[in-house]
């Protein structure tokens, strides 16, 4: 799931994070596990073109905190979580985030995925759905 920020924001409080949100979109967290493994950090893991597609809409006006995210990959479920089981939550990421930066509108906060990663090859098809947003289907090439 993403958060797209709907507010100039820094320094926010927890308590006043959800304030900050536009609304919720359906990210899909694509990883390169074996890079992620053997890099220092994640940016060739987690930033090869066509990584983190986003959408297919933003959905206003939803509590981000308790929403079902399911995974499938060619039709078989490989993820099934909840956002309530994050290792972060909400109120918190949005938060600790404005320390770092200014979170300006339109910017885009991707919480992360469910575990339960696995391999794709070109030709499978992904599907990640949120509870009360929708599906995003992408084509593995």
């Not at 949100?21 to 899909?28: K, W």
């Not at 939550?89 to 919480?111: F, H, K, R």
């Not at 469910?114 to 084509?139: A, F, Q, R, T």
Request: net charge positive; charged share 20%.
């Amino acid at each position: 799931m993403a958060l797209i920020i709907g507010k100039r924001g820094k320094n926010i409080k927890q308590e006043e994070a959800l304030d900050y949100i536009f609304g919720c979109t359906i990210f899909n967290d694509v990883t390169a596990r074996d890079l992620t493994k053997k890099d220092p950090q994640f940016t060739r893991g987690k930033g090869f073109d066509t990584f983190g597609p986003l959408g297919p809409w933003i959905v206003r006006g939803i509590n981000p905190a308790n929403l079902r995210i399911v995974t499938t990959l060619n039709g078989k479920v490989v993820q099934d979580g909840n956002t309530n089981q994050m290792s972060l939550s909400i109120p918190y990421l949005i938060s600790w985030v404005s320390q770092i930066m200014t979170l300006e509108p339109g910017d885009v906060l991707a919480t992360g995925s469910p575990s339960g990663s696995c391999l794709m090859k070109s030709g499978d098809i992904v599907i990640v759905e949120v509870e009360n947003i929708g599906k995003l289907c992408n084509y593995v090439k």
